[in-house]
């Protein structure tokens, strides 16, 4: 499947057309996504684009810090970088995993530790480790659930993380592990709120799913009547599910991406993917660690410039600097707040399907043709 945004196909699919094969917005991102475009300007720092030595379209990245920085994307492609970016090494899937696989989400832990996970229906939908540098896969789950869509990873450490999945029999799908990736458990049913009618979440940039301090998960859904974020404080054990006021009412719109400064503050961005130039609703803020969410608070009239399919907090423009840094991107472009969102402006007329950044890091982007992008310090 070559859609970022494959859950409202799927609602779509799973309500009137039996089993019908998802392929009808391809066009709609391959078009939008052209190559990026730089703005520059005193204030501003820019993106700089990398020579990834791929054509796929790339949808995951993790950056583990200056150095060391992983890649994915669709025709099973991971790529990896342990010099600044300067060089990146093709690590991809074995052929004989299947040439179609698209690598959703990349979480690494150094040049040599990953996880991988394919998207796709049934047991297309797997997860890979690698402890070699990517030189060999193993394969660490697969989906034994024909209904059963996987959409996201996210790692408190090497060793405890989950994965997301859309929901079967009413519920989300959350899949634990405590070992390494050595065995997937299941979170039960039972502690997890019914899905909404649509409801679901979007394999779109890896990061409608995160982790924080003290066992803290969240995940951001959309497609039903209402954008919601779930929340778990027990290392993904129980979970409740909170409103938010993103845009939503439509399969094609919702909570695309998340990310947390700290165990309390952090941002949703989404939108609806079928109108990429569509402003207003397409982010929400948290104080509370997720309970409550406000609507854009920027207190000059500036909003983001489009739907968003990835958000992170970036590294602030100095070590002494008490600004934070907000930046996320969409299709139609890249927008910067340096004021934890209380002003925003656009910063690229371009963008990228998905953002990483780390503590005392640079922000990376991913996109079409294997766009990887590095976001340069003014």
């Excluded at 998802?22 to 391959?30: D, G, K, V």
């Excluded at 600044?84 to 052929?95: D, H, P």
């Excluded at 890249?334 to 969102?341: Q, V």
Aim: charged share 20%; net charge negative.
């Amino acid at each position: 499947m070559d859609l970022a945004t494959s859950m409202g196909e799927r609602t779509a699919r799973n309500k009137s057309e039996g089993a019908k094969t998802m392929f009808l917005h391809t066009t709609f991102l391959a078009a939008a996504v052209a190559p990026l475009s730089l703005v520059s300007g005193p204030a501003f720092a820019q993106w700089v684009v990398q020579e990834s030595g791929t054509k796929s379209r790339m949808r995951g990245v993790s950056v583990v810090n200056e150095r060391t920085i992983w890649a994915s994307g669709s025709e099973r492609a991971i790529v990896r970088t342990d010099d600044c970016g300067k060089s990146w090494r093709n690590v991809s899937l074995a052929a004989s995993e299947g040439t179609d696989l698209d690598v959703r989400d990349i979480e690494a832990f150094g040049d040599d530790h990953a996880f991988a996970l394919t998207i796709g229906p049934g047991e297309k939908s797997r997860i890979y480790e690698t402890l070699d540098g990517g030189r060999s896969w193993r394969r660490s789950f697969t989906n034994p659930d024909a209904d059963g869509f996987l959409d996201a990873l996210a790692f408190w450490g090497p060793n405890r993380g989950l994965a997301l999945g859309d929901p079967v029999a009413g519920r989300f799908t959350l899949l634990s592990t405590n070992d390494g990736g050595r065995t997937w458990d299941r979170v039960h049913a039972a502690t997890m709120p019914e899905a909404l009618p649509g409801e679901g979440a979007f394999a779109a940039s890896g990061t409608c799913l995160v982790v924080g301090p003290e066992g803290k998960a969240w995940f951001g859904t959309g497609g039903a009547a209402k954008a919601r974020v779930f929340r778990s404080d027990d290392w993904g054990k129980s979970w409740t599910a909170h409103e938010t006021p993103v845009k939503a009412g439509a399969p094609s719109a919702g909570i695309f991406s998340l990310a947390f400064l700290n165990g309390k503050q952090g941002v949703a961005v989404g939108g609806d993917y079928l109108k990429p130039e569509a402003v207003g609703h397409n982010l929400a803020f948290t104080s509370d660690g997720g309970r409550t969410w406000e609507a854009d608070r920027s207190n000059d009239g500036s909003d983001l410039s489009g739907f968003r399919s990835a958000v992170v907090f970036a590294p602030a423009p100095s070590p002494l600097s008490s600004r934070c840094r907000i930046i996320t991107t969409g299709p139609n472009g890249t927008d910067l707040s340096e004021d934890h969102g209380a002003s925003w402006k656009r910063v690229s007329d371009r963008g990228a399907h998905a953002l990483g950044s780390s503590e005392g890091s640079v922000t990376w982007g991913v996109g079409e043709g294997g766009l990887i992008i590095r976001w340069e310090r003014p």
